[in-house]
């Protein structure tokens, strides 16, 4: 939903704000070009695109925000929960998330790691680009510390490893406990 992104960014130019705030998109998507033309069309200042990055470089580019965004296009699908890579990897590097998706499951709110939006909705998104900005280091700071310990408490490949055995272990005795009263019927 990088359209929203843009509207947002144009409405962000128009506040206090405007001169402070950088949306850095980096990737090399099919909608780049595009989103390029619209950027110099509608002469939108604080829209910068970058090249892809390479893996290994992710997580050192991602240090430099102060805060990662996270977007989709409101989709059906998404009821039934959303679970972006890029979401973990963002919380991971203790930066705060601004998190525009609509969906039950959302981790940034669990982990009180950012701040949580609607999808498309350009006004929203302005407004929690402000908040966020208006912050101080040490607040976004503290979010991006939630976001990471969220991470590390519940989506720690070890500790999902050990939930799913869990979950099979408990299968395992209903079923042998079925079979038992089956057999004794």
């Known amino acids: 939903s990088l359209d929203t992104v843009l509207d ?3 409405l962000i130019e128009k506040t206090e704000f405007g001169g402070f705030v950088q949306f850095v998109l980096i990737g090399d998507g099919p909608e780049k070009n595009r989103l390029i ?3 110099k069309s509608e ?3 604080c829209v910068e695109f970058l090249p ?3 893996r290994y470089e992710v997580y050192n580019v991602m240090q430099t925000a102060d805060a990662l965004l996270v977007i989709l296009k409101d ?3 998404f009821g039934w929960g959303v679970s972006p890579n890029k979401l973990f990897d963002y919380m991971i590097t203790a930066r705060p998330v601004i998190y525009a998706v ?3 499951y959302n981790p940034v709110e669990n982990a009180n790691a950012g701040i949580s939006l609607s999808a498309q909705n350009p006004v929203a998104l302005a407004e929690a680009v402000l908040k966020m900005a208006s912050l101080t280091a040490e607040e976004r700071w503290q979010m991006g510390l939630r976001g990471r310990k969220y991470v590390m408490d519940n989506n720690d490949y070890a500790r999902l490893a050990d939930h799913i055995e869990e979950i ?3 299968a395992i005795d209903k079923s042998d406990m079925h079979s038992t009263i089956e057999s004794e019927n």
Request: a positive charge; glycine letters at 0%; aromatic letters at 0%.
């Open 8 to 10: 947002a960014a144009k």
């Open 37 to 39: 033309n619209r950027v």
């Open 43 to 45: 002469k939108i200042k």
């Open 52 to 54: 892809k990055v390479p």
């Open 75 to 77: 989709a059906p699908v």
């Open 102 to 104: 609509n969906s039950p």
């Open 168 to 170: 099979l272990v408990n």
